[in-house]
């Protein structure tokens, strides 16, 4: 019988080539902070969204590049949000 798969399993078969020097995804600390409900805590399926003391921190590594947190994102301009340059970013693996 095939084993069911955890979320930390499934993340951690994949692969990530960090670009160390640009990060892909940026937000505004000050617009952050006027944001009352900070959905991109719950929402990201990677969890790199934290709450610490009130303020959001975020890692941009081990991001699948699903786009959630810039749709759901409820305040203009608090992410700048782009793809990884070439041969950065996210590399899925499924077995
Ligand atoms: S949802 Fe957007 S504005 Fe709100 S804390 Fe997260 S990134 Fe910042
Ligand atoms: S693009 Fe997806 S995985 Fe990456 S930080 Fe946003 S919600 Fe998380």
Redesign the pocket.
Known sequence: MSKTLTIEDRLGIDKFQVDEEHAH?RLNAELCATCATKP?TW????L??KLEAGAVK?D?AG????????VICPVKGAIT?EYPKATFGIQFRYG
Not at 63 to 70: A, D, I, S, W
């Open positions: 995804i991109c929402a990201c399926p990677a790199l969204y975020f941009y991001c699948l590049e699903c786009g959630t947190c810039r949000w």
